[in-house]
């Protein structure tokens, strides 16, 4: 792609301009009530995170070699520098793969832990993480509609939380850090330059997965700092023939004009989806299908012969992991999705922690699917599903998009769905923690600072205990 003509902007320079600009006033009322959903989920999402060993291990990691900072670790009495914080909240964030979606990927935790962590530096005010977390889902979202979208990325085998989360932390981190335009451009462009993260975890369930939106923050925030200080960042880093993310990652190929779409009059919060099944967003609209025929049939584990599933080679890459010992095996199975839901009528964080595939009547239902693959399935169509029933009637289900899913922009989780979800990942925190946090998110917009916040995400007893 030829590189930007001179005399015009690139890119990052007009979302740099438009964003550095931007304030809490210019944003729609649904807006602000959006991100706050999102904040609320993100952060619930991440105190379950805390006990998991993916995360332990990540602080264990990072404790004691910057301890002392200004950014607390959620959940502990540690307190990092900030990028390290941002690295270690963030994986909490992921840890269980119950985080919302959209933006960049994942990009509550990608987003959040990075722009928490600076405004704990900052001394900023709810209002300012309000702004920061808008312009991370918003820029990072564009930016990878300009690469060719979610499916696109992911069929070239990249994981765009860890490529695009990178540029939603450091559009939040430059928005907290109130820089100007030129040096809000720097910081996309140092983002892009240390961007990364590639799908060859799902061979054999390594971590990686969990630890890129903290990487992600990491690195986002970083990026801010650096460009605070004075240090440049490519302002053509999307546009540049030789070296720029459409030439790397894309093939040459880039959409800039999707990227420019609607600038300042959508903000992009919306199109991110909350998670109601605790497992991989390419199952949940399968899991929708099979819930809403359990609704309607009464249909039940005993009553089927088996199941054939019919799906594209990206899901079926992404959705058949076997054996299942791990609770990423079990999240990145759509069999065992599918077990769960017909055999408990449930697909939340319990049924996939710890795994329950050795219950008797689990490994029944799940020893009759099976995965087929049809190449002409797109990953953005669905899987087809063929039930034989006992009987001997048959019953085919298109599943459909798995990003129209429930908990998307066209079928929403309302408040009182997040709110419930919240409570019930806080539930072994106690009451008082879980009141903490939702009052302090609820009223983020009218707090001075943080405070409240961050006191509702200190250590409890049940925290403290997980780091045993």
Known sequence: MSP????????????????????????????????????????????????????????????????????????TSER?????????????????????????????SATLPAAIAAAELSGSSGKELIVAACAGYDISYRLLQGIGGFAAHTD???????????????????????????????????????????WAFIEDGAWTKRVHPGKAGESGIDAALLARAGVTGPHQIFEAPWGGIYATYGDGKGFPERVLAGLGETFNVSTSYLKPYACCRGSHSTVDA??????????????????????????????????????????FSLPYAISVALENHSVGLEQFDPPRITEPRIQEIFAKISMVLDESIQLEDGPRLDFELI???????????????????????????????????????????TVKLIDAVENLDSSPSIDNLIAALSPTAYATKSET
């Open 290 to 331: 099979v819930m809403k025929l359990i609704a309607e049939r009464d249909l039940r584990p005993s009553n089927i012969r088996s199941i054939t599933v019919t799906a594209g080679e990206t899901a079926i890459n992404m959705l058949s992991v076997h054996p299942i010992e791990t609770v990423f095996d079990a999240q």
């Open 156 to 198: 070239r085998g990249w994981h765009s939380t860890g490529t695009f989360g990178t540029f939603a932390a450091a559009a939040a981190c430059a928005k907290i850090f109130q820089l100007d335009t030129a040096t809000f451009a720097d910081a996309l462009g140092i983002a892009g330059s240390f961007t990364g993260g590639v």
């Open 4 to 75: 930007t003509p001179e005399g015009q902007r690139s890119l990052t320079e007009q979302l740099a301009e438009h964003w550095s600009k931007i304030s809490y006033d210019n944003l729609p009322p649904e807006v602000v009530s959006g991100i706050k959903d999102h904040i609320l989920d993100t952060l619930a999402v991440a105190m379950a995170g805390i006990p998991s060993e993916e995360s332990r291990r990540v602080r264990k990691a990072l404790t004691g070699i910057s301890n002392g900072g200004p950014s607390l670790v959620w959940g």
């Open 391 to 433: 009987n001997g009637e048959k019953i085919t289900l298109l599943a459909g998009n798995p990003t129209d899913a429930k908990g998307s922009e066209k079928n929403p989780m309302t408040h009182a769905e997040v709110v419930a979800k919240a409570q019930a990942l806080l539930r072994p925190y106690g009451d008082e923690t």
């Open 80 to 108: 990092l520098n900030p990028a390290h914080a941002a690295l270690a909240n963030g994986t909490s964030a992921h840890a269980r793969d119950f985080d919302d979606g959209g933006g960049p990927g994942h990009a509550g």
